[in-house]
């Protein structure tokens, strides 16, 4: 069994709610989604980071930091799809990666990257210095049409969660 049949197998479990089950596969497969991640190949990091979602593997968010370091878009784009999953029910972990999140929306060169990222943040709670940069990235005329979209949405999304509170 490759290290992606059995990710899909570990949301399959997830989904069912087997927990057991779950942390069995977890433990069979720990040491090599942490081998994965520091693989040379950006495709198989890759892997290993969408794994850590799948397998709701919440004890690998610092090699997520990682992968949200990493200098191969498909790697921390993978990172940010993981962690986006993990953070929909555990949204402090948003906040604990907010700064890195913050300078990837802002700075990356690549701007799908820079999307996962804003994307994200909807997670987090309704920080004013968030929603501030969002705000900054939607009304900037220098940036690409769909990232101040995503931003100016996300942005919107979290004004009204400052305000139910």
């Known amino acids: 069994m490759t290290l992606a049949e059995a990710a899909a197998e570990a949301d399959a479990l997830a989904q069912a709610g087997d927990e057991p089950a779950l942390a069995a596969l977890r433990t069979q497969w720990d040491e090599e989604i942490e081998s994965a991640a520091r693989d040379a190949d950006y495709r198989t990091r890759a892997q290993a ?4 979602a799948q397998f709701r593997f ?8 990682r992968g949200l370091e ?5 790697a921390s ?17 948003v906040n604990a990666f907010r700064p890195l999140l913050h300078e990837l929306a802002a700075r990356d060169p690549n701007a799908a990257v820079r999307r ?4 994200c943040l909807r997670n987090g709670s309704p920080q004013r210095a968030t929603i501030q940069l ?4 939607a009304d900037s005329d220098e940036e690409d049409a769909e990232l ?4 100016r949405s996300v942005s919107t999304l979290l004004v009204k969660k400052s305000r139910a509170k």
């Open 70 to 74: 990493d200098e191969s878009p498909a």
């Open 116 to 119: 996962l990222a804003i994307v």
């Open 148 to 151: 101040r979209k995503t931003a």
């Open 134 to 137: 969002l705000d900054g990235i």
């Open 49 to 52: 980071y969408r794994a850590i």
């Open 77 to 93: 784009g993978s990172a940010l799809i993981a962690l986006e999953s993990l953070s929909r029910t555990h949204p402090g972990d």
């Open 58 to 65: 919440r004890q690998k968010l610092e090699l997520l930091r």
